[in-house]
């Protein structure tokens, strides 16, 4: 008897994801039109900074509500999408809402669009369809901010995750939300070399990067110091280090831009009572 009102129980939990999983993607695979709330999309464009200058791309733009926010908020916006209903809906939208020169919409397949302009790219489909856009999405210019409503990128890690309650929503596990977002990381793995002429002269960096994660060795006068903290936003490089330089236990602090194989920033150096600024210009070694 107990047994039987256990397994009510189980099905009465499992039944409802099994039925909002069927009925949010198509058996094909194929993703398809589930609106994001709007109070999900303010958040999107919130998590994104959406600005004036920016270009905001949305992939299965449905009717066009990302994109009308995104140039609510000045920005400029193209949406794509396999139906031509929607994108006549969504062109409609843009035109009511008075953005109707900054927001554009074709009937195009992702995977056929050129995302290269885009300085923001935003998303509501499947994971598995996300983990395809994986290399193209990585491969855009550093700093492109990228902003999902549920569905991670294959394997690369958010850089900001956002849950909320969304009783609203039609679709997906009981009423919840996730938004998540990627900054593009410049590509910084390998060796790097910097003089810092006032504090150690010649400085080596081994920089190994998975992802915007970055795992650090720098040494200094045949010594290595410790790395206690690293972070890779877009171009920005942070490092944290500790160690003996002139015989003196120092703090430095490098914050730096990468662009193609320079870093160009400045090292903060601090004993806890002086403090000075170093520029900090590394290269790739050769
Ligand atoms: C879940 S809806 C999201 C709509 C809108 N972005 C939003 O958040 O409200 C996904 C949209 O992607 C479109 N879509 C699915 N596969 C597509 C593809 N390969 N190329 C273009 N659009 C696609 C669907 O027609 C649908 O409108």
Sequence with gaps: MKFTRLLFAIAGAIL??????????????????????????????????????????????????????????????????????????????????????????????????????????????LPDFNAKLLPRLLALKPGTRIVSHDGGIGDWPADETLAMRTPEKPVGVGGNSKVELWIVPADVHGDWIAELSGHGGAWRFHIDQHYQMLEVKAQTQGRELLVRNTRLRGEQVKLVVTGLVGNRPWHHYFVGQARGDAIDGEVTVSTGKEQTVYPWHAKRAP
């Design 16 to 125: 409802p994801f099994a039925l909002q999983a069927q009925s949010w993607a198509w058996d094909d695979g194929t993703v398809p039109y589930v609106q994001t709330p709007m109070e999900i999309v303010e958040r999107m464009l919130r998590m994104a900074e959406v600005h004036t200058g920016d270009y905001v791309i949305d992939l299965g733009s449905g009717d066009g509500r990302i994109i009308v926010e995104a140039a609510k908020r000045g920005a400029r916006g193209l949406g794509v999408d396999l139906d031509p209903n929607l994108v006549n809906l969504a062109t409609r939208n843009a035109q009511q809402a008075r953005v109707g020169d900054k927001a554009r919409f074709e009937v195009r397949d992702i995977f056929e669009t050129d995302l290269s302009r885009a300085s923001v790219v935003t998303m509501y489909l």
